[in-house]
């Protein structure tokens, strides 16, 4: 399978990092809190075989985090990163050009520039506070990003074929944070329902005119149809 996020390891090597594997894990059931440990065991199942063992590192990550808090947001950023690299990795062949990274509980973007000849993108329902890194999306014509904690829209300036964008339920709160929508001349309908604004309409009709922005309590834009 194609891996483009780590060296093709020769059989003598293999064999030497899963004999390390193991005692490593050895180790761990004698000391279950060790975190310099833990860390080696995901390192090494990154290394040998990322989408097999992807559930155990997983687990480490989240033993990880109660045996170290203090690194929680370290812990969690490069658990979204293996994830994104796994799927990466398992789509890589597919003639696909949809992407689906929802529910993955993702704090960060990584390798976006292996998304750049997606069209559809799903992003919805993880903890993303920004969209930094969306900016290699060139090709993306729908991108969902309902259900994140998004506060900062930056990048999203560069996309000039973007036509759907589900902004859903996140936190925004202040309307400078659309501005970089303003760019987005293909942009078509923006779903900003379950959002916190100020004068979203007078916004919406002075830099939004283009497309159609849905939410809870209006439509504004060129299309005012249901």
């Not at 490593?24 to 063992?53: H, S």
């Not at 990163?81 to 993702?106: G, H, M, Y």
């Amino acid at each position: 399978m194609f891996n483009c996020f780590s060296c093709e390891l020769s059989t003598a090597t293999t064999d030497v990092l899963k004999q390390e594997l193991e005692s490593c894990q050895q180790l761990d059931e004698l000391e279950p809190e060790n975190k310099w440990t833990l860390l080696t065991i995901i390192l090494l199942m990154r290394a040998l075989e990322p989408v097999r063992y992807e559930q155990d590192a997983m687990h480490c990550i989240q033993k990880l985090i109660k045996v170290d808090p203090c690194r929680t947001n370290y812990y969690e950023d490069q658990r979204s990163r293996f994830i994104i690299e796994n799927v990466i990795k398992t789509t890589a062949n597919q003639q696909n050009q949809e992407l689906n990274l929802s529910n993955k509980s993702l704090t960060i973007l990584y390798h976006t520039q292996h998304m750049a000849f997606c069209t559809h993108i799903d992003l919805s329902h993880n903890k993303l506070t920004t969209t930094k890194g969306c900016d290699y999306m060139r090709c993306v014509k729908t991108l969902n990003l309902e259900g994140n904690q998004i506060q900062s829209l930056d990048g999203l300036q560069h996309l000039e074929l973007l036509e759907d964008l589900s902004l859903k339920d996140n936190n925004i709160k202040m309307l400078d944070v659309l501005k970089p929508l303003k760019n987005c001349k293909s942009l078509k309908l923006l779903d900003m329902t379950g959002n916190s604004w100020c004068d979203l309409e007078t916004f919406c009709k002075n830099f939004l005119s283009h497309c159609k922005v849905r939410t809870e309590c209006f439509v504004a834009g060129k299309n005012t149809g249901h």
